[in-house]
């Protein structure tokens, strides 16, 4: 089986900054796209940024130049640094990650169980 598990959310002044990690665990061969949602009370999920196995990254445009995907594959991790928090930034994260188990299985998508970022103004 595959895990995701997902740290760092919290309650954050607006200004603030977080990071937010995601491990993979288990039966893992080769992981490709990583990336991170989120969702809002009421609305639906959406990308917030992603991250391909060769370093590409891609952000949604409202957190452009404020938060960073990296990702270090030695760990199976993923992470998602944020600055310059806004209140609009409240949410739950989830990560994401394209897994393949066995060296001739298929990719499969896996889902953390989601961390709550909560910025105050």
């Known amino acids: 089986q595959v895990q995701l598990v997902e740290s760092g959310g919290g309650l954050v002044q607006a200004g603030g900054s977080l990071r937010l990690s995601c491990a993979a665990s288990g039966s893992i061969n080769r992981i490709n796209a990583m990336g991170w949602y989120r969702q809002a009370p009421g609305k639906q999920r959406e990308l917030v940024a992603h991250i391909t196995s060769s370093g590409n990254t891609g952000y949604l445009d409202s957190v452009k130049g404020r938060f960073t995907i990296s990702r270090d594959d030695a760990k199976n991790t993923v992470y998602l640094q944020m600055n310059s928090l806004k209140p609009e930034d409240t949410a739950v994260y989830y990560c994401?990650?394209?897994?393949?188990?066995?060296?001739?299985?298929?990719?499969?998508?896996?889902w953390g169980q989601g961390t709550q970022v909560t910025v105050s103004s």
């Open positions: 994401n990650a394209d897994i393949r188990r066995t060296y001739y299985g298929r990719f499969q998508d896996y």
